[in-house]
């Protein structure tokens, strides 16, 4: 940390004081000579470009006090160094971050233990296996056009390389909530680690739970002694139900993406319908004056017509007397008229000869 010289506000208001004025008095011994040399040579001072306005030096300085008093308060609480002052000019430089937008995430141990279904035996046959605890994790996503909210489930049961050796079990799928997401992976992993280790749950109650392969598909267990393949049966008829609800999921997101689509073309249309009624609005009303305009015309070319032959009857000169005939006054010099226009007119069409008359011989 370097040593920085700490000043009060005080002292800087005296500070900048004295600078005013020994720059006031620099400027008062400078300038008298300026002005003599200005009135010794006026053509000289004339033919100089004019110059823009010195800035007052009580107002460039003045400006700057509240910026100074600013830093000596910041050097009183906390003085720094080179190295402080351009990590902070940095920091001042350093665009805003953009807030990210907020993720619902979910995350399930079953090293931590619980009650759910099926989390019980899907830990003591993980446990008997050797394998690590399995987790599940969740995420909140909307896909839909009308915002419903949806969740991605991951299950992740890691397998083990020392033996006995176990392989990775991973796989994902959309669900409705987290509970029944959750209830479904828990239900899925134990099936399919029960289908990877037939050999090893040989002998033990884990041997006729329900089993599926890498895919999911369910596998035929080992028979009950009492309940025969009952298990299995139940273990299609709920594969078969998770297959309906997958396809009602499917559907039910296609039928919201049309009714979206119908929805906006109807805002669309709706728009347009206000835009064209406006239009129509405003055509009906300049209809309307239109026609108010020419009743009115109408009315002022009857009053006129009446007027007229009231004057007429009357036996008033409308006309004001010979103006309506023609008048060699009434004809004027065509200013703008070029001789282009009559070269048409050629005195060989109408068989005239031109006769030259010098004025000389008359």
């Keep these: 940390m370097s040593n920085v010289p700490t000043h009060s506000p005080d002292l800087l208001d005296t500070l900048l004081d004295q600078a005013v004025h020994q720059t006031r008095q620099h400027d008062a011994q400078t300038r008298p000579g300026m002005h003599t040399h200005a009135r010794a040579c006026m053509a000289c001072a004339r033919a100089r470009p004019r110059r823009r306005p010195r800035r007052s030096v009580d107002a460039s300085i003045g400006s700057l006090r509240p910026q100074l008093r600013d830093d000596a308060s910041n050097h009183q609480d906390t003085p720094t160094g080179p190295r402080e002052r351009c990590s902070r000019r940095a920091r001042r430089r350093r665009p805003p971050r953009p807030m990210e937008p907020y993720v619902q995430t979910e995350t399930y141990d079953l090293e931590n233990g619980g009650s759910l279904v099926f989390e019980r035996d899907l830990y003591l046959v993980s446990e008997r296996l050797e394998r690590p605890p399995p987790k599940f ?38 669900a409705c909530n987290w509970p029944d997401g959750l209830a479904h992976a828990l239900q899925e992993g134990l099936a399919r680690v029960c289908g990877q280790h037939i050999a090893a749950l040989r002998g033990s109650r884990f041997a006729y739970f329900a089993r599926h392969d890498t895919m999911g598909e369910p596998m035929a267990p080992s028979s009950h002694p009492v309940l025969m393949i ?133």
């Design 137 to 174: 994790h969740g995420v909140r996503i909307h896909d839909t056009p009308t915002g419903e909210q949806q969740w991605m489930i991951t299950a992740d049961l890691k397998g083990s390389s020392e033996p006995p050796i176990s392989e990775r079990i991973l796989f994902s799928f959309k």
């Design 230 to 362: 009952h298990v299995q049966h139940l273990d299609l008829m709920l594969h078969e139900t998770r297959k309906e609800l997958e396809l009602t999921r499917v559907h039910n997101h296609r039928a919201q993406m049309t009714l979206a689509h119908h929805a906006e073309a109807i805002r669309m249309l709706a728009k347009d319908r206000k835009s064209l009624r406006l239009q129509r609005a405003k055509k009906d009303a300049t209809i309307r004056r239109l026609r108010e305009k020419i009743r009115t015309l109408e009315v002022t070319v009857r009053t006129q017509q009446d007027q007229i032959q009231e004057m007429e009857d009357e036996g008033d000169d409308i006309q004001g007397g010979d103006d309506f005939l023609s008048d060699d006054n009434d004809f004027e010099d065509d200013e703008f008229t070029d001789e282009e226009d009559y070269a048409f007119l050629e005195s060989e069409e109408d068989g005239i000869i031109p006769i030259d008359v010098d004025e000389d011989d008359e």
